[in-house]
């Protein structure tokens, strides 16, 4: 069974800090390459935030850097992001992602959680 839930997401105020969850089933986050954060805004497109590989190489959208920190604790098959020092653009829903790109690959997104920043 594939699932990716996400928790976390809720309101908080601009400076405040959020930390999101993201529980896998334990075959999907063995095998992935890369478990990520992905976000959309209301009228925007998806966009990227930040990335973990199975060796611990983190990637952060610009955007983000200094504020956000994502980790993953394989005992749990659960990958986080800390979002500290939060701003009215990080505003929106974030997904969290497991991608694998060589053999028996995929692309599983989990359902999404509601984050709304206020000024």
């Known amino acids: 069974q594939v699932y990716l839930v996400e928790s976390g997401g809720g309101l908080v105020q601009a400076g405040g800090s959020l930390r999101l969850s993201c529980a896998t089933s334990?075959?999907?986050?063995?095998?992935?390459?890369?478990m990520g954060w992905y976000r959309q805004a209301p009228g925007k497109q998806r966009e990227f935030v930040a990335s973990?590989?199975?060796?611990?190489?983190?990637n952060y959208a610009d955007s983000v850097t200094g504020r956000f920190t994502i980790s993953s604790d394989v005992a749990k098959n659960t990958t986080y992001l800390q979002m500290n020092s939060l701003k009215p653009e990080d505003t929106g829903v974030y997904y969290c992602?497991?991608?694998?790109?060589?053999?028996?690959?995929?692309?599983?997104w989990g359902q999404g959680t509601q984050v709304t920043v206020s000024s």
């Open positions: 973990i590989t199975t060796t611990g190489i983190t």
């Open positions: 992602n497991a991608v694998r790109t060589k053999f028996l690959s995929f692309n599983y």
């Open positions: 334990g075959g999907i986050f063995r095998m992935a390459a890369n």
